[in-house]
Each structure stands twice: as structure tokens, then as C-alpha cells.
């Protein structure tokens, strides 16, 4: 399958040649990734990004999920916020991933994967374990079916434990 990724922009400064363009733009790229689809009919199909700002959102019916981009939220409160911003009308509600980010090891200034503030000890606080257990407080108009994970080869090394945080998120959402 594919992972079709689509940011988008918020059309409601746009005059009306420039939401033109726009809009003839995402045409053409969902054109193409409908056209894959219907290609590529048993395959898996994934979008990734702001919803909100699709003007059709038609093909989001075809997909299997939709990733919300949290990557660089800095508290659970910022997840909910994109989440509610995506599911938006015309959006299916039973299919939404939540993309979260390990910190990553090799550029220490890319602060995508650690919450706001530190805990008790004086930790950083990373941001898997608790968008994990956000995933699974209900909610009411849309469902959170998992979390969508990046960098996670950043926390294979980690000193304690392989995949440790990721761990920690499995482990929240499947408790044995």
C-alpha cells in the first residue's frame, strides 16, 4: 500500500484565483492517488495530514486510515485540538491514526516527540506514552484506532530497553 501525505492550507483568505489554483492542485494530486487506488483495489491505502483543508473529501472514504499529523504537539490538549480540526464533515470518523514522533537521536535540536514541562523527577516528558493513553480515553464523534509512529528506530537504542517507550504505548493500548 501507500501512505499518501497531503498538508494542505486553510482556504478562507484565499481570493478567488489563488483558491482556484488550489483547488485545481488537489485535484489533480487526489486524481492520482484515486487512480492508484483503483489500481491497486486490495492494496492499503493511508492519508496523512489536515483533512480539514481538503475541499473533496471523497477519497477519504476509500482509505483505510487517516493519520492525524501530531508530531510536534506539546501536550495532549494540542493532539485533541488536531484531532477535532480533522474530523471535520465529510471526514469518516471510524478510522483515524494519531501520528506521534520519538525524539530523534540525531538532530537534538528537532523537539518533535517531548511534551511541554518535566515530570515529578525533573525528566523530559515524552510524548508516546501519553498521546497512548489519549488513544484510549473515549471520546464521542470519532474514533481513535492507534497511533502512527515516527522515528521509532530512534528508540531501539534506548540504554534501558529496546523500544522502550514504544513499549510503554503497546502496552497502555493492548494491557496483557
Known amino acids: ?94 478510522r483515524f491514526l494519531i501520528g506521534v514522533a520519538v525524539p530523534s537521536m540525531s538532530d537534538p535540536s528537532n523537539q518533535n516527540g517531548y511534551f511541554d514541562g518535566t515530570d515529578a523527577d525533573g525528566n523530559v516528558r515524552y510524548a508516546l506514552p501519553f498521546a497512548a493513553q489519549w488513544v484510549v480515553t473515549p471520546t464521542d464523534g470519532y474514533e481513535k484506532l492507534g497511533l502512527y509512529i515516527v522515528n521509532a528506530q530512534d528508540d531501539y537504542y534506548n540504554l534501558t530497553k529496546t523500544f522502550k517507550y514504544i513499549r510503554e504505548a503497546v502496552d497502555c493500548m493492548n494491557p496483557s
Not at 483503483?38 to 476509500?62: C, K, P
Request: glycine share 8%; proline share 2%; with cysteine.
Open 1 to 94: 500500500g501507500i501512505v499518501a501525505r497531503y498538508t494542505g492550507r486553510s482556504t478562507l483568505n484565499m481570493v478567488d484565483e489563488e483558491k482556484a489554483r488550489y483547488k485545481a492542485r488537489q485535484e489533480l494530486f487526489l486524481d492520482v492517488i484515486g487512480k492508484w487506488h483503483t489500481a491497486n483495489s486490495g492494496a492499503v491505502l493511508i492519508f496523512e495530514g489536515n483533512s480539514q483543508y481538503l475541499l473533496n473529501t471523497t477519497l477519504l472514504g476509500a482509505c483505510d486510515y487517516i493519520v492525524v499529523p501530531s508530531f510536534a504537539a506539546t501536550s495532549v490538549e494540542e493532539i485533541a485540538f488536531t484531532m477535532l480540526m480533522n474530523a471535520s464533515d465529510g471526514v469518516p470518523a471510524d
